[in-house]
């Protein structure tokens, strides 16, 4: 280890982010290659990252973003264990570069995202590497993206979350109302755009709560079906988002909200994602 100068320490240190005695020992397992040191230290993560697998990762940032023509958008969540961690402005711009390469690629699919090159290695490379700089659980647990004529964002206060929503207008003066309905899915997080969005594995469940329900209340066996429809219609106008009462306004849902805007506006689609 005498033969590693200190520049080298520190310059392997700025490339890495690594400590200065982790560095020092990587440098000197690889002969001073600082390829091989790299490696080292990526090692070293890996073998961090499976100790901690088990670890919860429900702290860490949210970030959302849009094209400069607003045609597409992503939202990715960089988790880690620990407030401390999430507020650090490193990890935070981290998560930001992140969702650009997101936004400049336009992967299908968030193993595809992992793939991409950052910084001269790729994303499940970097985030490795991240493991062994913070010495926590740290993963690119989230990525959503969407294309529509317009797409809005949105990123609750602190990171905490991330909404894109895509409207069916292209016309930049519904940004705001954009903005608007992607606080609406912060706040409510309803679990589809309209009716016809509902799974059919949902609606089968919901129908079969609302029959339980009324059976445990004593309704006799052939009031079950009408009284659970009920119920299902109702959890379509809690859950669904155009359904949804306007948190800005409770006199009116949020399809209505829209179509005082232009009687054509809608949601075509949105994506959500928040910590936890």
Do not use: W
């Amino acid at each position: 280890m005498s033969n590693i100068s200190a520049a080298d320490v520190k310059k392997l240190r700025d490339q890495t982010g690594a400590g200065m005695m982790d560095c020092k020992k990587a440098l000197a397992e690889a002969d001073g290659d600082f390829e091989k040191a790299i490696e080292v230290l990526r090692k070293k993560g890996q073998k961090l990252s499976l100790k901690r697998a088990e670890r919860e990762a429900k702290e860490g940032v949210v970030y959302a973003l849009v094209s400069d023509n607003h045609k597409k958008g992503v939202v990715v969540k960089l988790s880690c264990e620990t407030d401390f961690v999430a507020k650090n402005q490193d990890f935070i711009d981290l998560t930001k570069q992140i969702a650009e390469i997101a936004l400049d690629s336009f992967p299908e699919n968030l193993d595809k995202l992992l793939e991409q090159n950052i910084n001269g290695i790729s994303i499940s490379d970097k985030v490795v590497e991240q493991v062994g700089k913070i010495g926590e659980k740290i993963e690119l647990a989230s990525y959503e993206q969407l294309e529509a004529p317009l797409v809005v964002p949105y990123i609750h206060m602190g990171y905490k979350a991330g909404v894109i929503v895509g409207l069916n207008k292209e016309d930049v003066s519904y940004e705001e109302a954009g903005k608007d309905v992607a606080m609406q899915v912060a706040a409510m997080k309803p679990v589809a755009v309209d009716k016809d969005g509902v799974d059919s594995t949902t609606i089968e469940k919901e129908i079969e709560i609302g029959k339980e329900q009324a059976r445990l209340e004593g309704k006799p066996e052939a009031m079950l079906e009408k009284i659970a429809m009920g119920k299902l219609n109702k959890f379509f106008k809690e859950q669904t988002l155009l359904n949804q009462a306007f948190v800005k306004d409770s006199s009116m849902t949020v399809d209505q909200y829209l179509k005082k805007l232009d009687g054509d506006l809608t949601v075509k689609a949105f994506r959500h994602v928040a910590l936890g």
